[in-house]
């Protein structure tokens, strides 16, 4: 290491040879740390009251689940937690990671009783699809796993039962969707719609398989790429095409049943509730289409809507994107010009009613929030657009969940987290910065007490339910824990 006693000529000469020993002997600089892209997995546990009590003040009971149970020292790890409401039964789905292994646990939903743990093959970028008899897990290459749903659990044991890829090689444009018969995929290479049977076998194959469009349906519009999810019931299977059509189709054959048009381009995968299919468009519009393809209503929103539409009560809720002009500059940087752009607006809350005609077709209406401005059909309220989801609906209360994430990983990160199995879906690359839930007053949007902004950081997966039967909020842990928060026994939140 090389000193310079030079600049110090004027100092005595006992404090320069001090100075030089001290550099001399001075440790050299420490490199800095290897950087930790992602969170270690926990390996101790906190204990279930540590959780219980950060959920104390909300106006719901607490159930738990522990994953890990009382005689392991280290946790299960959590990587995913699905919840599903199906014709069969409604369960929670988890994923774990233990000791460099995957299993996928079947939890009751009520009652909080294991009904089986699988070891699985591998994660996947596609949410779980349950069908009556199976459970399958889908990659976007197509490939699949299928496991065994309902027969008596065999500790230990997979439950696989089949694995490959689907007949005609169907190579997913969106993530697919499933009823208690079918798979519904969006294929790439023949830009359908695949309506996989599930009632035969696991493998897709069989007499109620089929294509839509096909020669037979009558579909004058050119069908283009399914790039959003569908939504399916046990009837109907509704989905978005590029063509800026809604399609809905009988979930049992794919028989034509209707193909209202957009008018534009749709940024909200459909969703089924009470018998009406909501979406919205790019012309500034919310639809609620019956499934015959009638109109049931449409409001005009202020800015685009986008993402998920999520409809409980009679209440429908939808973010918009507000459209402004962007001052961009030439690459030159001599001059400017202005292109369209899009950024957050609003988070709305429509409301509409049922009216039942005698021996006639009900009549629907959205109840107006400002009947001042006749031209237009106004929202009940309205916040900023933060990105909050709505998780679930109860006692005149919205319990909405405000998450911020960000991405922090470069693409050499990535890979090498990929190749270990840390990251296999979007969301995997994405580290969150604030987790909160507020409960608000469900007729002005307003927070109802300051207590009731919770911060959720402990929770790694927050779940709402948008069923009646199930009103109730998901929450699960990193290590191992899965929370239920329901209402009072005299309403339906809660279970069956």
Known sequence: MKFSTRGMTCLPPALITLLVITASCSAPQARPADRNPLAPDPMSRQPVSYYEAQLAELPLRIKSYDLTGNQRRNPVVIREMHIVHDDVRDEILVIDSDRDQNHMWSIDAYDFTLHWKTLIDQRVDFDPLPSRNYI?????????QGYDRLSAPREGETRLVSKGRFEGDVFPSAPPASNDTHVFVAATNSNSMRGLTMILNARGEGAETWTFPSVSDGVTEQFMQVSMKAAADRETVAFVNNNHHLYMVDAQSGEFRANPDLGGHSRTPPVIKDDLVFVGSDFGQLFAWQKSGESAWVVTTDG?????????????????????????????????????????????????????????????????????????????????????????????????????????????????????????????????????????????????????????????????????????????????????????????????
């Open 304 to 496: 685009l809507p986008y993402g998920e539409v999520f409809v409980e009560d009679r209440w429908v809720f939808v973010h918009t994107l507000e459209l402004y002009d962007e001052v961009v500059a030439t690459e030159d940087g001599k001059s400017t010009y202005k292109r369209a752009a899009t950024r957050p607006g609003q988070f709305l809350a429509f409301r509409y009613e049922v009216v039942d005609i005698e021996n006639d077709r009900p009549i629907y209406n959205v109840i107006d929030g400002d009947p001042s401005t006749p031209w237009k059909v106004d929202p009940i309220w309205s916040l900023p657009d933060e990105g909050q989801q709505m998780l679930m609906v109860h006692n005149d209360r919205a319990y909405v969940l405000y998450e911020d994430n960000e991405e922090f990983l470069n693409e050499r990160e990535k890979a090498k987290l990929r190749d270990q199995g840390r990251i296999v879906r979007k969301s995997d690359e994405l580290r969150t910065v604030s987790r909160e839930l507020r409960v608000l007053d469900l007729k002005n949007g307003n927070l109802l007490r300051p207590e009731w902004n919770l911060n959720l950081m402990d929770f790694a997966f927050v779940r709402g339910s948008m069923e009646e039967r199930d009103r109730s909020i998901y929450l699960g842990t990193k290590d191992g824990y899965i929370f239920k928060l329901y209402g009072d026994s005299k309403s339906s939140a809660g279970g069956k």
């Open 136 to 144: 399958h897990l889908m990659n976007s290459n197509g490939q699949y």
